[in-house]
Structures are given as C-alpha cells and as structure tokens.
T-cell receptor, first 115, second 115 residues
C-alpha cells in the first residue's frame, strides 16, 4: 500500500499570506488529487494534480488561488494564496495506487487556521 | 454527476452492539464505492471498497458493506462495535475505475460509542 505524507501537518497563518503544502508518496502513483475539508464538513475535490502540466481544477477553484505543482510521480504541492479566514480547513492529498487494486489513499491532512 | 447521501449525521451506539451506517448514491453507470473513517485529528483511512463482483465486501477492523444496486445503497455494518470505532465515517463514490478516480463524498456520519 502507498503511504502519503504531508507537510506541514498543522499551521496557523496570517491573513493575506500564502502557504505551500507538500505531499510525498512512498511509491509511484498514477494520479494525485487535492481535497479540502472545511470545519465540520465533508471533503471537496479541489483539483487533479497532473505530472508535468497544469492541474485540472474543479468548479469553484482557480489556479490563482490554489496553484498546484507535480514535478514527478511521487510529489506534489498545493499553495493556498492570499489566505483569508474562510480558507481555514484541512487540506488532504490523495493518490491512486495501481499496485493495490486502484486503491485511493489519503495523507493525514494539513490543518490550516487563518487568523 | 454523481452524489452520495448519508442520511444520519450522528449515531450513538452502545459498545458491543451492532452498527449499520447508511449510504445512498446516485450515479449513471456502475459505481465504484468506498467507505473511509476519520478519527479525531487524523486523516482518512480506507475501510473497504467495492468495484465489482461479490456485493458483500469485507474490510478492515471487522467492517463489511453490502452493495445493493436496486436500492442504490452501500451500507456499512459491524456486528459488535468497540470504543475505538468512535469516529467520522464517510461514504464516497468514484467517477470511474480507470483514469479519473475523483471521489464524491457524503457529508459523513459521526459515530459515538457509549459504555
């Protein structure tokens, strides 16, 4: 099974700043995704991180606010730009492990609080 | 577009009692269904998944789920709950088996275990 690590695990950020979250997978995964979980709510897909090309964003999410990189098959970053208190959420990285029957694994999440 | 409904926001069960968490989905083709658990302060852990074949799926920690196409349901069950099962449970449906496994999550069911 794939193990997905995220950094930072938690952070408190000032309004107007940006923070980059890193996602590292211990094995090659075909697809990687970024999700957001706002307090007390379910998970919402932000975007699909594509290797070597621009991410594919879901409705309501834009590249200027959530730039994503994926330079190789095991690493991706999500930046939350110009943060406001409404961006206080858990951000989760996920990847599909083809060697485990297409199981979709999640990182433990990055808990961001914007003050 | 696919959707998932978890009708129960919060369930309280006595330790040792049986458990059933409900999940209904909407999807035009054959669904790919998942149950995840999120313990307080933790990320998501996959309990079980259904792609095809036997409609009764066994998962980790003694959980099982049954896919019922006629009812568009994928309910999660456990014959005897333990205090450590207290967590948030999410049902999810995947868009496709290959190439685009974006998940749509339900709103979650919070499980409380009482002695």
């Amino acid at each position: 099974s794939a193990v997905i690590s995220q950094k930072p695990s938690r952070d408190i950020c000032q309004r107007g700043t940006s923070l980059t979250i890193q996602c590292q997978v211990d094995s090659q995964v075909t697809m990687m995704f970024w999700y957001r979980q706002q307090p007390g709510q379910s998970l919402t897909l932000i975007a699909t991180a594509n290797q070597g090309s621009e991410a594919t964003y879901e409705s309501g999410f834009v590249i200027d606010k959530f730039p994503i990189s994926r330079p190789n098959l095991t690493f991706s970053t999500l930046t939350v730009s110009n943060m406001s208190p409404e961006d206080s959420s858990i951000y989760l990285c996920s990847g599909i492990d083809r060697d485990s029957g297409n199981t979709i694994y999640f990182g433990e999440g990055s808990w961001l609080t914007v003050v | 577009a696919q959707s998932v409904t978890q009708p129960d926001i919060h369930i309280t069960v006595s330790e040792g009692a049986s458990l059933e968490l409900r999940c209904n989905y909407s999807y035009g083709a054959t669904p790919y269904l998942f149950w995840y658990v999120q313990s307080p302060g933790q990320g998501l852990q996959l309990l079980l998944k259904y792609f095809s074949g036997d409609t009764l799926v066994q998962g980790i920690k003694g959980f099982e789920a049954e896919f019922k196409r006629s009812q568009s349901s994928f309910n999660l069950r456990k014959p005897s709950v333990h205090w450590s099962d207290a967590a948030e449970y999410f049902c999810a449906v995947g868009a496709s088996f290959f190439g685009n496994e974006k998940l749509t999550f339900g709103t979650g069911t919070r499980l409380t275990i009482i002695p």
